[in-house]
């Protein structure tokens, strides 16, 4: 799904990925048909030989590689609570179930359990990349980026910031916060060094954070060269009005974000369900993406994110499972929740005209999923699609693997269109292509990840 709405179908290809070199991780060829793999390698590399060329073999009935998932918005460290959330709506959810279980993960030998785990279910449900909330601990956040890099997972690491308006036994003080970032950085940069798991400065929400805080987080993204930058915004109505009340100086939420310079090109900012038209102008003009997550904002009752609304003024959107407030760390369920979230906005739609205009499609979710959530990200150049030039990050999906919940059949449809003005009956075809990515998105799940490549490295293998 290489642009919104296209589902892009080739067939019989053969794809060359570099893994060595300058050019490591990327795709190096695209061909079509079957190559000889030392031959066509040698046109990139004269000096391998046959045991340098790892061929995979990806040819079935019905096998396909897909552009790994990527989840813009997910909090490694609320994977325990995954499923627990009653009947709580966001900000007493947040007190009763969230910060206790965030500041249980200060004991390493739970955050190793946690990460250790978080990262290899994501992986095997086909999430590449990840934009990753740990906790406010500096020690459990770099613990989890090098689980991400270990496992060969691509990822965003975020040290949570929260200065104010939070538990006493979860909250830093300014200073601590901001020294505690810093650490994370440099481990990142100078210990971890592993290009593919990068840092993202962390915000929480703005009721967590002082003015201080935000102004000093901006000005250190600023001093590093642009870092990413991920929070929430608009989740839910009742935290709009907490908003309102703690910053009465500024017109809107989001303009809270701009004041203290924190929309930026690559800001991400997930839920966004409540905006107003000029909040939505703010967040295009600083390019900033959204992480639309559906499963999140139905179980907690938060609201409906008018996708297709962001997407008309070429607002960048990509998808979040938003664990734990999502119950699922699998970004093809979230996709399949966003499919059914933009029904119901179709329904609530009185001008039977524009009721359809809502609806997302399968290939415009499944774009959401990938190339949206790489362009929110900030990441399109290297991710989100097959290119040449592109990581090859990747799952191969088989519909007929060993407990695959979908069924394929050998199916023609009915002859039942007939054309009654002349009698004659249309041969419809039989199932297509198209017909087989719907099945797969509808009943799919990690039974059907067969292999998972990030970078051209296997991560994860059935
Ligand atoms: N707003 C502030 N913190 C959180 C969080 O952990 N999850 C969600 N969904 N919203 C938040
Ligand atoms: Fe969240």
Redesign the pocket.
């Known amino acids: 799904t290489p642009s919104l709405g296209q589902l892009r179908i080739r067939n019989k290809l053969s794809v060359g990925v570099s893994l060595v070199g300058p050019n490591k991780g990327e795709i190096v060829f695209i061909k079509q048909g079957s190559v000889d793999p030392v031959a066509d390698c040698k046109e990139f590399d004269n000096s391998l030989v046959a045991q340098d060329v790892i061929a995979v073999d990806g040819t079935g009935e019905a096998t396909f590689f897909f552009p790994g998932f990527v989840d813009t918005?997910i909090?490694a460290s609320?994977y325990p609570n995954a499923g627990i959330f009653g009947n709580s709506t966001?900000l007493n959810?947040?007190e009763t179930y969230?910060f206790p279980l965030?500041a249980s993960l200060e004991h390493p030998e739970v955050a190793q359990e946690v990460y250790e785990t978080v990262v290899r279910r994501t992986l095997s449900n086909g999430t590449t990349t990840a934009a990753y909330?740990a906790t406010i601990d500096a020690e459990s956040t770099k613990l989890l980026a090098r689980i991400c890099s270990l496992r060969n997972q691509r990822a965003l690491i975020g040290k949570v910031c929260m200065d104010q308006n939070s538990p006493d036994y979860y909250r830093e003080t300014t200073e601590m916060c901001l020294q505690n970032c810093r650490n994370v950085l440099s481990f990142l940069d100078q210990e971890l060094g592993d290009p593919k798991v990068l840092p993202i400065l962390t915000p929480?929400?703005a009721?967590?954070c002082s003015r201080e805080l935000m102004l000093k987080l901006s000005q250190l993204s600023q001093d590093q060269g642009h870092l990413h930058i991920q929070t929430?915004l608009c989740?839910s109505n009742e935290?709009i009005s907490w908003v309102r009340a703690l910053f009465p100086e500024c017109e809107t939420y989001t303009h809270v974000y701009e004041q203290f310079n924190l929309l930026t090109k690559k800001t991400v900012l997930?839920?966004c369900v409540h905006l107003t038209d000029d909040e939505a102008q703010l967040i295009k003009a600083a390019e900033s993406g959204v992480s639309h997550?559906p499963t999140?904002n139905s179980s907690?009752t938060?609201g409906e994110c008018k996708v297709r609304w962001l997407l008309d003024q070429g607002i960048k959107v990509g998808l979040g499972t938003?664990v734990?407030?999502?119950f699922a760390c699998n970004i093809l369920a979230a996709a399949r929740q966003a499919h059914l979230v933009s029904r119901h906005l179709a329904m609530r739609e009185q001008n039977l005209k524009l009721r359809d205009h809502w609806k997302l499609s399968v290939p415009e979710v499944l774009f959401l999923a990938t190339m949206g959530g790489a362009q929110a990200l900030d990441m399109e150049e290297k991710i989100g699609s097959f290119e040449v030039g592109k990581q090859f990050d990747a799952q191969l999906i088989d519909l007929q693997s060993p407990g695959s919940n979908v069924d394929v059949f050998a199916w023609q449809r009915p002859n039942s269109q007939i054309n009654h003005t002349n009698n004659r009956v249309k041969l419809p075809p039989g199932i297509t292509s198209e017909d087989l990515i719907a099945k797969w998105f509808f009943n799919g799940d990690d039974r059907n990840i067969r292999g998972v490549w990030v970078a051209g490295n296997p991560c994860h293998s059935t």
């Open positions: 918005h909090h609320q966001l959810w947040l969230t965030e909330f929480r929400f009721p967590s929430h989740e935290e997930a839920h997550c999140s907690l938060s938003d734990s407030g999502g």
